[in-house]
């Protein structure tokens, strides 16, 4: 299932039944539009503070399904989405460490983990080893053996945007974002709408 926000507005409420029947779809369609746009920058700068992982990726497999008048007022919806149902994690070829200082590779040549392959999810913190990985798939892929032989290998995973975007501090920056900004966007398109049906009717 995809990772999804939901909330209301009933604030707005009073500000819809006073609309005109021919602006309060396009109105409300557009406002949820634009804010779930605005909500979807946050979710992204929320997932790139709390994770290593850059903008781009991110803003990638966040989606926004828009909303639409077809149906009716009242089933007017959109959402902010992140991940996929058919992918729920990501390998962890992402998080690798590029490179380092020479004052971490002598440190860890007398630690014995020079050859190690390390990794750094999240932003704040250091890079921890990841004992037995390796790359593989022509740079694409970290596996690691599940035993002590060659063979098998597992990939290693680690969560992917979707599960990022469904933590607690991450969700809590979208849901406040939404509530602090559909009411001003809202009443903005509403004025909007309202002077092009009247311009429309003169």
Known sequence: MLNSITTNFPDVQRSIERLHEGVRGAALTSAINKTLDQAKTAMVRGITAEFNVKAAYVRERLRVV???????????????RGGSDRKRSANIIGFVERSVSLAQAKRRRKDGTLNQLFVKVKRIGSSKPLKGAF???????????TGKARLPIEPVQVIDVGQMFNTRRINAVVVATLKAKFAAVF????RFYTNRFNRGNN
């Open 66 to 80: 828009r909303a639409s008048k077809k149906g009716g007022l009242f089933s007017i919806e959109g959402s902010l």
């Open 135 to 145: 790359i593989g798939n022509k740079g694409r892929t970290v596996f690691r053996r």
């Open 187 to 190: 009443e903005r398109e509403a």
